[in-house]
């Protein structure tokens, strides 16, 4: 009978067993809890080529996926940067599992893309511990009075809460400042649906004659935005504004906008700049504005590369976002498709 | 006296699940470090023992509920709910040891619900903790309104739970091979554990017997949501902030994870067959998987695939077992 | 009163109260193009909760079609974006639902593996193939406005989805009441080995069930795909758990044998309606769930306590 | 009615079946005519049940032939024998409870539109109401099934086996739990089926039914056929004789245990609609046999006692004591011990070990302190009554249903030797047992009796409770209709005792 016992135990004692004799590599020192000072990393990697570590929080999303490819594509020009990109399926858990592996990976730089907020702070800290520059790319990141403010050392992404301000200027400006809007939120729960929907908020109240009449979430999904449109144009008789938190569900509200066949009644303002939103504010219909997030991994990539080298790069790397209206969306195309 | 051979015949014969099992996880370890030089580094294996704490201990839970021939899909939304409540009350002062228990109580009343709705209400276990699952997370996103809730107040003694160590091994995994001592003690040698088995492979004879069938039942699905509760905690422990969870986008539930982990370790779900052991294994297979995989670079989906496989596997090979029994009988049957 | 029709009364009790209710708090809900509204975004759920609705009759579970579901959109907007003709999108489309069908009913009736897990496993493998399909983003271009009439025309100024809606449901009824195949699932559904005493042959119903269930998912995918224009790969999440929502909502049971198609369609229209009225009444719709959740919970008390009147038994039951 | 020479339907021609190592059937030859009514009688475990599986074709025949018209057949499922005209009623209703009656009827070949898939439901309907006039019967054929009492269910399935232009139709105990206008409905429908010159093979316990209706009567004891007479060709008394045939020879063990002071005592004990106002005594060490035909109230007494069934009225002392038992519990915390009907459903745990199976009710008491099992101790005491009981298994680790019907029984039985209990009860101890088992679970019965247990035995096998019990108690339609003792009990005063009236 104690044999069965046995069966578990060997497996489970053969894990901590391993990794107690294993020689663990001296750049990452045991996690103990003593506080590893993060400044005096050696430098220079073993064979010269530094390795700097992507975790992606979700694979599902065009914009996501392009952030994969520019951070692939830019890494190719550096030739002595080795790039590890390692793959979440929106669940926070295997993200940290992610970056954990990342450390493993012996990473000089770890740049780091989430959607699950604080959840995610643990992984951050234990990169801080670990002594490798954190770089949080384009996603939520913690304000100055989080403890975890210390644990990552660049953030380099568009301020999200800007876009929504910017949507809220957007929309004053196209509706002269005054009418009836209605919004379609993504998943009211992951942090850039959350940040965009604060900036919205501190924007509008300084503009009275805008009132916000309905407000569902879509799920980021084209489907699902489709449906809900149609429902809000039943219960909604004058609706001059439509502010989508992304392109995907703007489309989806145009649709169910054009089977209705009021487009001329409305126009709609989203996020990101896909190249279908993008084709549809150049054919002018209700689609007038998208506020581009940046996808371009650039400034990442060669803030990780500075960090990797040692020099210190300032905390916040706000990349600019741009307003694309009809006039400019010309030349944005050109310039990114 | 029993000769040496006899003995270890029997130990085969009993537990051939939980040996082809073992061995897949072995060959696993084995395989790892061949395809990634990191695999076996001490951080690396602690890192996937944390990781596997949490769904071992839900995984636990489930088999509880699946040995009596039940089923618990709202084990995700309880650690959920565990979570927000318990960030929720600290963040109102109360000290972590009423947190804490006012948080297993509160697992307990799910656990209690499920359980009286299917025992007394006689409703089907799938369609009742499918129902009290959604209402879960319905609720834990109505009083979040999807935000996260950040933990101000958290005494550094909730988050040890999380995030301490003794010695090199982190916490949670200590409580996980707690709880799965504690488990393998019930169903080895207590009546509870034996009264389990005996309700899950004939709930009428077991009544004959003088097995109080109903009560069995109803604790079952209690110590599911408690083992639920367990991990919920460990999981905010480790954060000190409760983020509603976007696993909807997706991402199999922790109660698939729970699920695949109990049928791989050698359990069928008509209930009655399989082992805390197998359980275990199954949970540690599907950790040393979700820790290999972002090593060798493998995309989400592919891991996705491979683990679907994986389960088809190990549940062919199960039900080769019961199949044997279950084919025998029926012909028996026909036989009278 | 039959114990039968009071059984069937409680779901349509159900959406007469709804649609009263409903006629309070929102004053255009209860007008007609609101309702074609909801039957017209109700196409591809209805598709599914019929697949469903046969594989809960033989008293099993399909939980891959919202992946077969996904799977089959992809592939069509691929052939789509590629200008193919529709008809051939089409024979495309139904193979993938036979085959994915085919390979459920396999691994169940043959290699013996339960329902749940079986279905499992095929959810987990036909969403991973399409991400891979796909490189994850959606496929994206332009689509011909043709593919797109399959969901937005008119026929007889009726949109073309209460025709698909209408028309799915005579055809189940008909299965289901009116042919062999129909009253020998609910055979097998009601008692397999009895079933197999009287030369009914349950593993080939079994395999046409899970079929017919892969079939209708393949379709929803494609009228996912012409409603949307693009290839979608998230498409699908979580529409089995809202399959048997319906399903459990309009009486049918999951032991199998009881319940039909007539029910599915009431299941439907009440699940649609809450959708719809909270999307009226501006409601935060994560509050959905509990409302089904709370209403699938009193009809399965009251159907299993009306169940439990039949004739006096000597023991009690446990 | 004279010998005249009526075509042969079906024959038997040197039958044999075997289960593992018993021979059930041992070279059967019997002829069935057209049109007649054909009794099979003999005891339990004569083989009855046996030849009609073989030829409904749930079990294949180890030897010998059956011929149909005089043409060799094999059937390997019940359906070839269905569409060969051969149609069996068994003793559990074949039904699918929520389809209709006329669904249930035509199940599998149900009438087809001209060409269309549809079902002509309407032509469906009419062909099942026709066979109901025709069968003379008043049930609606668009009720479900399971709004029919039991005896339409019955009533059905004849319906079902005449559409099948069924020639042959065969009848396991069909007056089981029916009531008496009930029978005489299906003796209406027997005699609808003779004029329709159908053969009827017709099984029962109940000698008057069989006097009144049959044409010849096949006797069989021990898979053996004694004989097959014709109507005017037997008595009650010679036929009971034949089915006897051996006298009570050792088969039973012989006890002179002494009979003890009152351990159980049962004043009016009723249930609504089973039995009315038993009251007995049984005394330590006292064997108490409880004989009774189908639905006389018996098995329900027991099952009562037990605590199995609810709302029950009356006293019952023990030791006493008033007992207040509303569940299984409650009696083996009195120390009454069950032994169930049907052994796999009800009693044993199929895919667990021996183990596990024996000690389920003494955990508490016997083999754990504070909840924890003392594995120990378990294994020994298993041990111990694993070979007192001579349970042939190739270890404790071993399943149940990998042993034969006579070992599972002594692992039941062995399960209420771990603790010392007042009061067993047993229902058919020994149904579909082979002899040499059932030898061994009778002594075994005698030796907990010769220690003082109370033990009552409810059985449809007479000679069981001739050869066993020190009183019989017969029970007749819910009502204790007499009370023999041993030596004034025979079965011809336990059979009119017993027979409905």
């Known amino acids: 009978m104690k044999k069965k016992i046995a069966a578990v135990f060997i497996v489970v004692c053969m894990c901590i067993g391993m990794s107690a004799c294993a020689d663990s590599p001296e750049k990452n020192s045991d996690a103990s809890s003593t506080e590893e000072s993060s400044g005096d990393r050696e430098t220079e990697a073993a064979d010269g080529k530094y390795k700097i570590g992507f975790s992606q929080c979700v694979m599902n999303h065009p914009f996501r996926i392009a952030m994969v490819d520019s951070f692939k594509e830019v890494v190719g020009d550096y030739d002595d940067i080795e790039s590890v990109v390692v793959e979440g399926n929106g669940d926070v858990q295997t993200e940290i599992t992610n970056i954990e592996s990342l450390i493993q990976q012996n990473c000089d730089a770890i740049v780091v893309s989430s959607l699950s907020g604080t959840s995610i702070y643990p992984a951050y800290k234990e990169v801080h511990d670990a002594g490798i520059p954190l770089i949080i790319a384009a996603s939520g990141c913690a304000t100055e009075e989080e403890d975890a403010y210390n644990f990552y050392d660049s953030f380099v992404s568009t301020d999200e809460v800007e876009m929504g301000i910017a949507a809220a200027q957007c929309a004053n400006d196209l509706l002269e400042g005054k009418g009836n809007v209605v919004m379609i939120r993504g998943v009211v729960e992951s942090t850039n649906s959350m940040n965009r929907y604060v900036g919205w908020n501190q924007e509008i109240p300084n503009y009275p004659g805008i009132k916000v009449i309905a407000e569902q979430s879509a799920e980021w999904l084209r489907l699902t935005a489709n449906e809900v449109m149609a429902n809000i144009l039943q219960a909604n008789d004058d609706i001059d504004l439509v502010y989508c938190e992304n392109d995907e569900m703007a489309l989806g509200a145009l649709e169910a906008i054009r089977d209705a066949d009021r487009e001329d009644e409305m126009v709609i303002v989203s996020m990101d700049g896909q190249q279908d939103a993008c084709e549809e504010i150049q054919n002018g219909g209700a689609f007038k504005v998208t506020i581009t997030n940046n996808s371009d991994m650039k400034e990442a990539v060669s803030a990780a590369y500075a960090m990797a080298q040692g020099d210190s790069i300032d905390k916040r790397i706000i990349l600019p976002y741009e307003i694309v209206t009809e006039d400019n969306v010309k030349d944005y195309i050109d310039k990114n498709y | 006296m029993k000769n040496k051979n006899e003995t270890r015949k029997i130990f085969f014969q009993e537990n051939k699940n939980e040996i082809s099992i073992a061995i897949l996880v072995v060959i696993l370890l084995i395989v790892s470090p061949m395809l990634s030089e990191f695999f076996l580094s001490s951080a690396n294996i602690l890192n996937l023992l944390r990781q596997t704490a949490y769904t071992a201990i839900a995984a636990i839970g489930m088999y509880f509920v699946i040995l009596i021939g039940g089923i618990d899909l709202s084990i995700g939304s309880t650690i959920q709910i565990v979570g927000m409540a318990s960030i929720i009350m600290l963040n109102h002062g109360y000290s972590m040891g009423i947190t804490i228990v006012s948080i297993l109580l509160l697992s307990v009343g799910c656990g209690l619900i499920n359980g009286i709705l299917v025992t007394i209400g006689k409703l089907q276990p799938f369609v009742v903790t499918l129902v009290m699952k959604e209402i879960m997370a319905g609720i834990v996103l109505i009083t979040t309104g999807g935000a996260s809730i950040s933990g101000q107040s958290i005494p550094d003694s909730f988050m040890v739970i999380g995030t301490g160590y003794i010695g090199i091994v982190p916490i949670p995994v200590i409580i996980m091979i707690l709880v799965f001592i504690i488990a393998f003690f019930v169903m080895k040698k207590m009546i509870y554990g034996r009264l389990l088995f005996v309700c899950g492979s004939n709930r009428r004879a077991a009544y004959n017997s003088g097995v109080n069938v109903c009560m069995i039942q109803i604790s079952a699905y209690v110590l599911c949501s408690l083992c639920a509760a367990v991990s919920g905690l460990l999981i905010v422990a480790r954060t000190g902030a409760f983020q509603p969870s976007t696993t909807g986008q997706g991402a199999t539930g922790m109660e698939m994870n729970a699920i695949a982990a109990v049928v791989i370790g050698g359990a069928t779900l008509a209930g009655g067959v399989g082992t805390v052991t197998g359980t275990m294994l199954g949970a540690l297979l599907y950790g040393i998987l979700a820790n290999l995989f972002p090593l060798i670079g493998v995309s989400s989906y592919l891991q996705q695939l491979i683990q679907g496989l994986i389960i088809l596997v190990a549940v062919i090979i199960s039900v080769k077992d019961s199949q044997s029994i279950v084919q025998k009988m029926k012909v028996r049957l026909r036989k009278l | 009163m039959k114990k039968r029709e009071i059984t069937q009364m409680i779901p349509v009790a159900m959406l007469i109260i709804l649609m009263i209710a409903g006629s309070f708090l929102s004053a255009n809900f209860l007008t007609v193009n609101n309702f074609s509204n909801i039957l017209q975004y109700a196409v591809e759920s209805a598709f599914i909760a019929i697949g469903m609705t046969f594989v809960l009759l033989i008293g099993e579970i399909d939980l891959s079609v919202g992946s077969v579901m996904a799977f089959a959109s992809v592939i069509a907007a691929k052939m789509a974006l590629a200008k193919q003709n529709i008809i051939l999108i089409l024979l495309v489309v139904l193979l993938i639902g036979l085959v994915c069908g085919i390979i459920n009913g396999f691994i169940i009736t043959q290699l013996r593996v339960e329902p749940f897990m079986g279905t499992l496993v095929m959810m987990m493998v036909m969403r991973a193939c399409t991400f891979l399909f796909t490189g994850g983003g959606p496929l994206t271009g332009s689509v011909d406005a043709s593919f797109k009439q399959i969901i937005k025309g008119n026929i007889a100024n009726i949109p073309i989805g209460i025709w698909y809606v209408v028309i799915a449901f005579v055809i189940a009824y008909l299965v289901t009441a009116k042919t062999r195949f129909g009253r020998h699932v609910y055979a097998v559904g009601g008692g397999e080995e009895t079933a197999k005493l009287f030369g009914v042959r349950v593993e080939r119903i079994k395999m046409m069930v899970y079929a017919v269930s892969g079939i209708l998912a393949a379709l929803s995918g494609l009228l996912v795909t012409a409603r949307i224009g693009i290839g979608e790969p998230r498409t699908g999440y979580d529409y089995e758990m809202t399959a048997i929502t319906i399903c459990v909502v309009g009486g049918v049971s999951m032991n199998g044998g009881k319940g039909g198609v007539q029910g599915t369609f009431i299941g439907l229209m009440v699940v649609s309606m809450i959708k719809n009225l909270m999307n009226l009444m501006n409601i935060d719709v994560n509050g959905q769930p509990i409302v089904t959740g709370i209403i699938i919970l009193v009809t399965a008390l009251v159907v299993t306590r009306k169940a439990k009147g039949s004739g006096r038994e000597l023991v009690r039951e446990i | ?501």
């Open chain 4, 1 to 501: 009615m004279g010998e005249q020479k009526r075509e042969v339907v079906l024959e038997l021609k040197g039958l044999k079946k075997v289960f593992g190592e018993t021979t059930v059937l041992e070279d059967i030859d019997i002829t069935f005519l057209k049109g007649e009514f054909h009794a099979l009688v003999g005891e339990n475990g004569a083989g009855k049940s046996t030849i009609i599986k073989t030829i409904s074709g749930v079990h294949k025949p180890d030897g010998g032939q059956i011929l149909l018209y005089g043409k060799k057949v094999k059937f390997n499922t019940p359906n070839d024998a269905q569409r060969a005209g051969i149609s069996t009623l068994f003793q559990e209703i074949q039904e699918i409870p929520e389809m209709t009656v006329a669904e249930n009827i035509f199940l599998g070949r149900e009438p087809r539109r001209s060409g269309s898939v549809l079902i002509n439901k309407k032509q469906l309907n009419q062909d099942a109401e026709r066979i109901m006039e025709e069968l003379g019967l008043s049930i609606d054929t668009t009720q479900r099934m399971c709004e029919l009492p039991v005896s339409g269910r019955k009533m059905v399935e004849i319906a079902r086996a005449v559409s099948q232009q069924a020639s042959v139709v065969i009848m396991d105990e069909p007056t089981a739990n029916l009531n008496a206008e009930e029978i005489n409905a299906l003796f209406r429908m027997i005699d609808a089926l003779k004029e329709k010159k159908i053969t009827v093979i017709y099984i029962s316990h109940r000698m008057n039914e069989v006097f009144s209706l049959a044409d010849r009567v096949t006797v069989l004891r021990d898979g053996k056929k004694i004989d097959t007479l014709d109507s005017n060709a037997y008595d009650e008394k010679s036929l009971i004789s034949m089915m006897i045939g051996r006298e009570l020879t050792e088969m039973y063990p012989k006890r002179q245990g002494e009979i003890g002071e009152v351990v159980l005592d049962v004043h009016n004990f009723s249930l609504d609609g089973f039995f009315q106002d038993i009251s007995f005594q049984v005394h330590a060490g006292e064997v108490v046999g409880l004989a009774g035909l189908d639905s006389s109230g018996a098995t329900a007494v027991t099952k009562a006692l037990f605590g199995l069934c609810s709302k029950t009225r009356g006293e019952v002392f023990c030791g006493g004591r008033r007992l207040n038992i509303k569940n299984p519990l409650d009696s083996i915390r009195q120390k009454l011990a069950y032994l169930p009907e049907d052994r796999k459903t009800q009693g044993l745990f199929l895919n667990q070990n021996l183990i596990f199976n024996y000690t389920i009710s003494s955990l508490w008491t016997r083999f754990s302190k504070m909840g924890v099992i003392n594995n120990r101790e378990e294994k020994e005491r298993t041990e111990e009554v694993t070979k007192a009981l001579k349970v042939k298994t190739k270890g404790l680790y071993s399943r149940p249903n990998e042993l034969s019907g006579g070992n599972q029984q002594k692992v039941l039985l062995g399960r209420w030797m771990l603790d010392d209990y007042k009061v067993l009860i047993l229902e058919e101890p020994t149904r579909g047992v082979d002899v040499g088992a059932k030898s061994e679970i009778y002594s075994q019965i005698n030796q907990l009796a010769k220690k003082g247990v109370a033990v009552i035995i409810y059985s449809t096998e007479m000679m069981e409770l001739l050869g066993m019990s020190d009183r019989i108690l017969v029970f007749s339609t819910g009502q204790l209709t007499a009370s023999l003792s041993k030596e004034e009990a025979t079965q011809e005063k336990i059979m009119q005792y017993a027979l409905v009236r």
